[in-house]
């Protein structure tokens, strides 16, 4: 005898959602860095780092970085050398400001809204993120959510 679990029976027994979703997109925020404002930085749970472009890090005065031993391997699956890793910097949501960790990457050209958020920063800011109503909310107590 083979017990299934309740996901297996229900796939067998063709039990299913009736009420299918849209892609809700992406999931961003606005933040601030320095005296940098950036209306939509992306939430990727996809990312093991947070990413910032060179361009942003020389416009917020850095010019000397952290070696980081990585090497990053993006969604096209291309392999890119970070130029080093900038720690702890202040991100700034509301009137919340979160330590976070950046990989800087030289770009060819800086994107639109160019911070990519990833899971740490989303781990210390205490993100939930709800896919089916299209919304993230920081818990990060009182004063912002």
Do not use: W
Not at 18 to 23: A, I, L, Q, R, T
């Amino acid at each position: 005898m083979v017990v299934l679990t309740r996901e297996c029976s229900a796939i067998i027994q063709r039990k299913v959602i009736s009420d299918k979703k849209e892609d809700p997109g992406s999931f961003t925020l606005p933040c601030m860095l320095g005296p940098l404002s950036f209306k939509n930085s992306l939430c990727d749970l996809g990312s093991s780092v947070s990413l910032m472009p060179l361009s942003v890090a020389k416009r917020l005065g850095y010019h000397k970085y952290q070696a980081c031993g990585i090497s990053l391997v993006l969604a096209d699956r291309s392999i890119r050398l970070p130029t080093g890793m900038l720690e702890d910097l202040p991100l700034r949501i509301g009137n919340v400001e979160i330590p976070t960790d950046f990989i800087v990457l030289e770009m060819d050209e800086e994107p639109t809204d160019p911070l990519i958020l990833g899971r740490p920063f989303l781990a210390t800011a205490r993100a939930m993120i709800d896919v089916c109503e299209g919304t993230i909310e920081l818990n990060l107590g009182k004063d912002l959510r």
